[in-house]
């Protein structure tokens, strides 16, 4: 999938613009500790085309020497991570020193650039945004990211800058992609999985750009390794470390049918994995979670049964995912990480046929029905899996409305303790009947 940086000086309206894109949307938050700048990446579409966006970031309110190093590192940022830059501008101020330090750097690159002069609120301002020509960049959009004047033209030509998502529906092997925070082991993992096997496999250009799917057999199984563009640029700096590490994950998650999620058992489950967790499970992808160094942890009777009570504590309410404890450096549990990893994929294609499923659950409804609401009574009269990639059901009934989490949450578990969806996150909906 494409990802759309925003970048410009403090104030001059990027948030305000990445909140239009993402609209309701689930932003991810990513809160660098120590540091009062967050990043956050979300997800848009236009004319059909899907694509993240990152607004890189507030800033640190302090003198200009500090902004000026921090917007460089964020355009660099951006020009690493991301296919097409918007450089946001503000009329009410005109070009600042800033901007054409900005501009300066952006002027080198060839990726998709789009200038989006903002709070362009009336027609007046229109022609206070001619002066931005001088920036050397080309064109321009005038924008009101406040009340959206504009932003349907910025986004037609973000969206024609967008490959068409290849459909990719031959393709029948499982696509893993290992995920997981800087050192939990990921490379080990693959490399004690595919050793030297690395040099003869073929790779197969990915749907998008910026993946590639490499095939491999192991263990009797084919699949194939989704695998991101390595880090372009290297940081010394570890919250941007840390920052392309989690792009790199969101790229290889959005590509995959299953996420393998590597973490390191002398750490705890901590924030980081679980960004990675729901960032997998929002995208409704398999998810196989590998403890990893497990040679490393003294263990008593009940270590890993603690251990795994611990994470799925952490992960609730979406429990339902098989936790393995390997270690890549003596081999141990490598055969069962694959083969979990397959039968979540096969999980995850699973469709229960419409009279089966209605006899099932039916039957359950009625023996426990949605409670009452304001003295009405939801009745439930027919379900049905839908035809998407992903296990996704359609509950209808007289009064979809009145159907609170709980008892969706009550029909899943069900769901998952009659069929198996392990490792794979589910969809319920209630429709009008
Ligand atoms: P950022 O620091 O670049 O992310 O800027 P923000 O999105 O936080 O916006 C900075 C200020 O500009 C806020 O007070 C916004 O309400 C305001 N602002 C953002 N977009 C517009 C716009 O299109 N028109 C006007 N008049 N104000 C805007
Ligand atoms: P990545 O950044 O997630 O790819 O992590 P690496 O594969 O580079 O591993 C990070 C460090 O952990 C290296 O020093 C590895 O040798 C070590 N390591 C990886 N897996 C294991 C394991 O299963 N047991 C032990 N003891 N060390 C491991």
New binding site residues.
């Given amino acids: 999938m494409s990802i759309v940086a925003i970048v ?1 000086r ?7 613009l990445f909140n239009r894109l993402v609209q309701r949307r689930e932003a991810i938050v990513d809160s660098v500790s120590g540091v009062t700048r967050d990043r956050h990446y979300g997800k848009s579409d236009w004319n059909g085309k899907e694509f993240s966006v990152i607004d890189t970031g ?1 800033y640190i309110k302090g003198s200009d020497d500090i902004f000026e190093a921090e917007i460089r590192k964020q355009v660099e940022l951006a020009l690493d991570e991301a296919d097409i830059i918007v450089f ?1 501008v503000d009329v009410e101020q005109g070009i600042t020193p800033m901007d054409n330090e900005v501009a300066k750097l952006l002027r080198k690159e060839k990726k998709p650039l789009f200038i989006a002069v ?2 362009v ?1 009336n027609a007046m301002r229109d022609a206070d945004a001619v002066e931005f020509y001088n920036l050397g960049l080309g064109e321009y959009f005038t924008i ?3 009340n959206g004047s504009g932003t349907g033209e910025l986004l037609d030509a973000i969206a024609k800058e967008i490959p068409e998502e290849e459909e990719n529906v031959e393709e029948e092997l499982p696509r893993f992609a290992v995920v997981g925070r800087p050192n939990a082991g990921k490379s080990s993992f693959i490399n004690a999985l595919i050793g030297k096997d690395r040099n003869i496999v073929t790779n197969i250009a990915g749907t998008t750009r910026d993946s590639i799917d490499t095939k491999y057999n192991r263990f009797g199984f084919d699949f194939n390794l989704v695998d991101t563009a390595g880090i372009r640029k290297k940081s010394k700096v570890k919250e941007d470390l840390e920052f392309y590490s989690v792009m790199r994950a969101v790229r290889a998650i959005e590509h995959c049918d299953v996420a393998v999620l590597v973490i390191d058992a002398t750490r705890e489950f901590e924030g980081q994995d679980e960004k990675i967790f729901w960032l997998a499970e929002k995208n409704k992808k398999g998810i196989v979670i590998l403890v990893n160094k497990w040679d490393l942890i003294e263990k008593e009777t009940n270590t890993m049964r603690d251990y795994e009570a611990k994470i799925r504590r952490q992960i609730a309410p979406f429990t339902d995912v098989p936790i393995i404890f390997i270690s890549a450096l003596t081999k141990q549990r490598l055969l069962k990480a694959i083969e979990t990893a397959v039968e979540v994929f096969e999980n995850r294609k699973r469709k229960i046929q419409t009279s089966k499923l209605n006899e099932t659950m039916l039957e359950i409804i009625q023996n426990f029905p949605p409670p009452a609401i304001k003295g009405k009574f939801v009745k439930i009269k027919y379900c049905m899996q839908l035809p998407t990639h992903t296990p996704q059901f359609a509950f209808f009934a007289n009064l979809p409305q009145y159907v609170r989490d709980p008892y969706r949450r009550y029909l899943e578990n069900q769901m998952r303790e009659i069929y198996d969806f392990n490792g794979v996150p589910i969809v319920i909906y209630f429709r009008q009947k």
């Avoid at 403090?10 to 305000?16: L, Y």
């Fill in positions: 410009g403090p104030n001059v309206g990027k948030s305000t507030g946001v903002n709070k609120d009101s990211s406040i």
